[in-house]
């Protein structure tokens, strides 16, 4: 079955500073990664997603890339701001199959 | 609703009793996952219901944990002979495709 691993386990920046986290799989079936934020006493939230059949894919401060031939994809997080404080999971999934989790990061933004 | 409802929000229960833990998810979903999250971890796979049908039940961890969703809607995940440590938060999810929606969790304490 689908293995997803995630680094770094903890993460923290400057305000206005980049943030990268990475993931691996090892199925390479999946087809579907998407990232979660996840804040305190709440589930975890899609915040970006990318098909296989894409290298990049942008929205506002956040970015992911997907490298198919090595099986990474990651997380960009640009002018990082506190409310970015969470934790970050990456995901890979094939249709009729269960979503498989990393770890998790945990992102700290000071100020 | 407008989002994945579980209920409780908190169960605490004594070693041995039985639990049910239910999820309302998003009308129209077709997919229902379970997944369970310990402190510190990501989301571990459960189940994933296709309608009323459990497409894989593979995550459950043994025959104390069942889950039924009889008419394709409303799912119950059920605990018997509590362990302590199956003390975690249940998360439940749903979908029309690849992209998931995730309720707040039940936190489960089992003492």
């Known amino acids: 079955g689908e293995n997803v691993e995630q680094h770094p386990s903890t993460l923290s920046v400057q305000e206005g500073d980049s943030a990268v986290i990475k993931c691996t799989y090892s199925?390479?079936?999946?087809?579907?990664f998407p990232w979660y934020k996840q804040e305190l006493g709440k589930g975890p939230q899609l915040i970006i997603d990318?098909?296989?059949?894409?290298g990049e894919k942008k929205d506002q401060r956040i970015a992911v890339t997907l490298n198919k031939t090595a099986k990474h994809f990651s997380l960009h997080i640009t002018e990082t701001q506190p409310e970015d404080s969470a934790v970050y999971f990456c995901?890979?999934?094939?249709?009729?199959?269960?979503?498989?989790f990393g770890k998790g990061t945990t992102l700290s933004v000071s100020s | 609703g407008a989002g994945v409802s579980q209920t409780p929000s908190n169960k605490v229960t004594e070693k041995g009793k039985y639990v049910e833990l239910r999820c309302d998810p998003i009308?129209?979903?077709?997919?229902l996952y379970w997944y369970r999250q310990s402190l510190g971890q990501g989301p571990e796979f459960l189940i994933y219901?296709?309608?009323?049908?459990?497409?894989?039940d593979s995550g459950l961890p043994n025959d104390r944990f069942f889950a039924v969703r009889p008419e394709g809607s409303v799912s119950t995940l059920k605990i018997q002979r509590t362990e302590r440590g199956d003390s975690a938060v249940y998360l439940c999810?749903?979908?029309?495709?690849?992209?998931?929606?995730f309720g707040s969790g039940t936190r489960l304490t089992v003492v």
């Open positions: 999810a749903s979908s029309l495709g690849q992209e998931l929606t």
């Open positions: 199925d390479s079936a999946s087809n579907y």
């Open positions: 990318i098909r296989s059949n894409v």
């Open positions: 995901a890979a999934h094939q249709a009729g199959t269960a979503l498989i």
């Open positions: 009308s129209g979903h077709t997919a």
């Open positions: 219901f296709q309608g009323t049908g459990a497409a894989d």
